[in-house]
Protein backbone atom coordinates (compact mmCIF):
# COMPACT_ATOMS: atom_id res chain seq x y z
CA UNK A 1 0.00 0.00 0.00
CA UNK A 2 1.24 3.05 -0.87
CA UNK A 3 1.63 5.59 2.37
CA UNK A 4 2.94 9.49 2.46
CA UNK A 5 3.52 10.64 5.74
CA UNK A 6 4.56 14.43 6.24
CA UNK A 7 5.83 16.15 9.21
CA UNK A 8 7.30 19.25 10.13
CA UNK A 9 4.55 21.51 10.20
CA UNK A 10 3.78 23.76 13.02
CA UNK A 11 4.10 27.55 13.89
CA UNK A 12 6.81 30.05 12.83
CA UNK A 13 6.78 34.01 12.61
CA UNK A 14 6.93 35.65 9.62
CA UNK A 15 10.80 36.05 8.21
CA UNK A 16 11.63 31.95 9.84
CA UNK A 17 11.92 29.12 8.25
CA UNK A 18 10.76 25.13 8.21
CA UNK A 19 11.78 22.52 7.18
CA UNK A 20 8.94 19.65 6.17
CA UNK A 21 9.55 16.14 5.71
CA UNK A 22 7.40 13.02 3.81
CA UNK A 23 8.47 9.68 4.69
CA UNK A 24 7.27 7.07 1.70
CA UNK A 25 6.74 3.50 1.55
CA UNK A 26 4.87 0.79 -0.47
CA UNK A 27 6.34 1.72 -3.80
CA UNK A 28 9.73 2.62 -5.34
CA UNK A 29 10.21 6.21 -4.33
CA UNK A 30 13.53 6.69 -6.49
CA UNK A 31 11.53 5.68 -9.76
CA UNK A 32 8.61 8.32 -9.17
CA UNK A 33 8.47 11.86 -9.11
CA UNK A 34 7.46 13.94 -6.28
CA UNK A 35 5.56 17.35 -5.28
CA UNK A 36 4.87 19.55 -2.78
CA UNK A 37 1.22 21.09 -3.26
CA UNK A 38 -0.47 23.38 -0.49
CA UNK A 39 -3.87 24.11 0.26
CA UNK A 40 -4.58 27.77 2.47
CA UNK A 41 -7.44 27.34 4.85
CA UNK A 42 -10.60 27.22 2.83
CA UNK A 43 -8.86 27.67 -0.41
CA UNK A 44 -7.65 26.32 -3.26
CA UNK A 45 -4.76 23.50 -4.22
CA UNK A 46 -1.95 25.47 -5.20
CA UNK A 47 1.10 23.33 -6.91
CA UNK A 48 4.61 24.24 -4.82
CA UNK A 49 7.29 22.21 -6.43
CA UNK A 50 8.53 18.90 -8.15
CA UNK A 51 11.30 16.65 -8.30
CA UNK A 52 11.80 13.84 -10.61
CA UNK A 53 13.14 10.48 -10.28
CA UNK A 54 16.29 12.38 -12.33
CA UNK A 55 16.60 15.17 -9.18
CA UNK A 56 15.50 18.26 -12.15
CA UNK A 57 13.82 20.41 -9.98
CA UNK A 58 11.11 22.69 -11.17
CA UNK A 59 8.96 25.43 -8.72
CA UNK A 60 6.12 27.17 -9.07
CA UNK A 61 7.19 31.01 -9.98
CA UNK A 62 5.97 32.13 -6.91
CA UNK A 63 8.19 30.00 -4.58
CA UNK A 64 11.21 30.19 -6.38
CA UNK A 65 14.30 31.54 -4.39
CA UNK A 66 12.37 30.78 -1.00
CA UNK A 67 11.52 27.54 -1.26
CA UNK A 68 14.16 23.96 -1.83
CA UNK A 69 12.53 20.94 -2.57
CA UNK A 70 15.00 17.88 -2.38
CA UNK A 71 14.68 13.93 -1.76
CA UNK A 72 17.00 11.39 -0.53
CA UNK A 73 16.18 8.14 -1.92
CA UNK A 74 18.47 5.83 0.32
CA UNK A 75 15.71 7.27 2.90
CA UNK A 76 12.57 7.06 0.51
CA UNK A 77 11.91 10.71 1.96
CA UNK A 78 10.75 13.87 0.59
CA UNK A 79 11.98 17.52 1.79
CA UNK A 80 10.83 21.03 1.40
CA UNK A 81 12.51 23.64 2.83
CA UNK A 82 11.06 26.96 3.37
CA UNK A 83 12.72 29.72 4.32
CA UNK A 84 11.47 33.57 4.67
CA UNK A 85 8.04 32.46 5.74
CA UNK A 86 5.04 34.94 5.18
CA UNK A 87 1.61 34.89 6.38
CA UNK A 88 0.48 34.03 2.89
CA UNK A 89 2.67 30.59 2.75
CA UNK A 90 0.10 29.52 5.89
CA UNK A 91 -1.73 26.57 4.41
CA UNK A 92 -1.77 22.32 4.66
CA UNK A 93 1.33 21.10 2.54
CA UNK A 94 0.70 17.85 0.69
CA UNK A 95 3.67 15.51 -0.14
CA UNK A 96 2.10 13.95 -3.66
CA UNK A 97 3.20 10.89 -5.91
CA UNK A 98 3.61 11.49 -9.34
CA UNK A 99 1.15 8.83 -11.75
CA UNK A 100 4.41 7.68 -13.80
CA UNK A 101 5.71 10.59 -14.90
CA UNK A 102 3.01 12.29 -16.15
CA UNK A 103 2.44 15.20 -14.09
CA UNK A 104 -0.23 13.35 -12.54
CA UNK A 105 -0.77 13.31 -8.81
CA UNK A 106 -1.83 10.47 -7.52
CA UNK A 107 -1.24 9.97 -4.16
CA UNK A 108 -1.58 12.16 -1.68
CA UNK A 109 -0.40 12.76 1.85
CA UNK A 110 -3.13 13.67 4.83
CA UNK A 111 -0.95 17.03 4.81
CA UNK A 112 1.19 19.14 7.76
CA UNK A 113 0.27 22.59 8.56
CA UNK A 114 2.13 25.68 8.49
CA UNK A 115 0.76 28.55 10.18
CA UNK A 116 3.11 31.66 10.12
CA UNK A 117 2.10 34.09 12.38
CA UNK A 118 3.41 36.61 15.05
CA UNK B 1 1.15 31.37 -15.83
CA UNK B 2 -2.03 29.11 -17.42
CA UNK B 3 -4.84 30.24 -15.78
CA UNK B 4 -7.68 27.85 -15.14
CA UNK B 5 -11.21 29.09 -14.33
CA UNK B 6 -13.59 27.04 -12.82
CA UNK B 7 -17.84 27.36 -13.31
CA UNK B 8 -19.61 27.59 -11.48
CA UNK B 9 -18.37 28.45 -7.68
CA UNK B 10 -21.06 26.08 -6.46
CA UNK B 11 -23.39 23.87 -8.07
CA UNK B 12 -26.79 22.83 -5.82
CA UNK B 13 -28.52 19.94 -6.62
CA UNK B 14 -29.92 16.99 -5.41
CA UNK B 15 -29.22 13.28 -5.47
CA UNK B 16 -29.88 11.50 -8.87
CA UNK B 17 -29.28 14.89 -10.68
CA UNK B 18 -26.48 15.14 -13.37
CA UNK B 19 -23.81 17.71 -12.43
CA UNK B 20 -21.56 19.78 -15.28
CA UNK B 21 -18.61 21.34 -14.52
CA UNK B 22 -17.23 23.65 -16.19
CA UNK B 23 -12.70 24.60 -16.62
CA UNK B 24 -11.94 27.14 -18.94
CA UNK B 25 -8.16 27.35 -19.90
CA UNK B 26 -6.29 30.93 -20.66
CA UNK B 27 -4.58 29.11 -23.45
CA UNK B 28 -4.58 26.11 -25.36
CA UNK B 29 -3.43 22.73 -22.95
CA UNK B 30 -4.67 20.56 -25.77
CA UNK B 31 -5.76 17.73 -23.47
CA UNK B 32 -3.38 17.92 -20.53
CA UNK B 33 -6.22 18.22 -18.65
CA UNK B 34 -6.96 16.75 -15.02
CA UNK B 35 -10.18 16.63 -12.44
CA UNK B 36 -9.68 15.92 -8.94
CA UNK B 37 -12.69 15.45 -6.03
CA UNK B 38 -11.80 16.65 -2.51
CA UNK B 39 -13.95 15.81 0.68
CA UNK B 40 -13.97 17.76 3.64
CA UNK B 41 -10.87 17.01 5.34
CA UNK B 42 -9.28 14.90 2.95
CA UNK B 43 -6.45 15.15 0.63
CA UNK B 44 -7.58 15.35 -3.10
CA UNK B 45 -8.42 12.10 -4.99
CA UNK B 46 -7.23 11.89 -9.04
CA UNK B 47 -11.01 11.51 -10.98
CA UNK B 48 -9.80 12.14 -14.70
CA UNK B 49 -6.68 12.56 -16.55
CA UNK B 50 -6.17 13.91 -20.24
CA UNK B 51 -9.25 15.22 -20.46
CA UNK B 52 -12.08 12.19 -20.76
CA UNK B 53 -10.09 9.10 -18.94
CA UNK B 54 -10.88 7.89 -16.08
CA UNK B 55 -8.31 6.85 -13.35
CA UNK B 56 -7.97 3.44 -11.47
CA UNK B 57 -10.87 2.82 -9.64
CA UNK B 58 -13.69 5.66 -10.82
CA UNK B 59 -17.00 5.29 -11.38
CA UNK B 60 -18.41 5.19 -14.92
CA UNK B 61 -20.88 8.07 -13.65
CA UNK B 62 -17.90 10.51 -13.94
CA UNK B 63 -16.89 11.24 -17.60
CA UNK B 64 -14.70 14.80 -18.66
CA UNK B 65 -14.81 15.81 -22.12
CA UNK B 66 -12.91 18.74 -24.10
CA UNK B 67 -9.93 19.83 -25.39
CA UNK B 68 -8.14 22.99 -26.08
CA UNK B 69 -9.10 25.54 -23.92
CA UNK B 70 -12.76 24.28 -22.59
CA UNK B 71 -13.05 21.30 -20.63
CA UNK B 72 -16.13 19.77 -18.84
CA UNK B 73 -16.57 17.24 -15.83
CA UNK B 74 -20.01 15.40 -16.10
CA UNK B 75 -21.34 13.65 -13.26
CA UNK B 76 -24.33 11.41 -15.09
CA UNK B 77 -26.41 10.83 -11.43
CA UNK B 78 -25.24 12.19 -8.34
CA UNK B 79 -24.86 9.62 -5.36
CA UNK B 80 -24.21 10.70 -1.93
CA UNK B 81 -20.70 10.58 -2.07
CA UNK B 82 -20.27 12.85 -4.54
CA UNK B 83 -20.76 15.86 -3.02
CA UNK B 84 -17.38 17.63 -2.77
CA UNK B 85 -14.96 20.03 -3.84
CA UNK B 86 -13.98 19.58 -7.67
CA UNK B 87 -10.37 20.62 -9.15
CA UNK B 88 -9.09 20.97 -12.70
CA UNK B 89 -5.31 20.86 -13.27
CA UNK B 90 -3.27 21.48 -16.30
CA UNK B 91 -0.27 20.01 -17.03
CA UNK B 92 0.89 21.49 -20.61
CA UNK B 93 3.07 24.64 -19.05
CA UNK B 94 4.48 23.89 -15.58
CA UNK B 95 1.28 22.77 -12.97
CA UNK B 96 -1.89 24.66 -11.81
CA UNK B 97 -5.13 23.88 -10.74
CA UNK B 98 -8.26 25.85 -11.26
CA UNK B 99 -9.60 27.34 -8.31
CA UNK B 100 -12.19 24.42 -7.41
CA UNK B 101 -16.11 23.80 -7.91
CA UNK B 102 -18.23 22.92 -4.80
CA UNK B 103 -20.97 20.71 -5.46
CA UNK B 104 -23.44 20.53 -2.72
CA UNK B 105 -26.84 19.01 -2.04
CA UNK B 106 -30.11 21.38 -2.95
Known amino acids: EVQLVESGGGLVKPGGSLRLSCAASGFTFSSYNMHWVRQAPGKGLEWVAC???????FYADSMKGRFTISRDNAKDSLYLQMNSLRAEDTAVYYC????????????WGQGTLVTVSS | EIVLTQSPATLSLSPGERATLSCRAS??????LAWYQQKPGQAPRLLIYDASHRATGIPARFSGSGSGTDFTLTISSLEPEDFAVYYC????????FGGGTKVEIK
Open chain 1, 51 to 57: INSGNYI
Open chain 2, 89 to 96: QQRSNSLT
Open chain 2, 27 to 32: QSISSY
Open chain 1, 96 to 107: VRDSSGYYLFDY
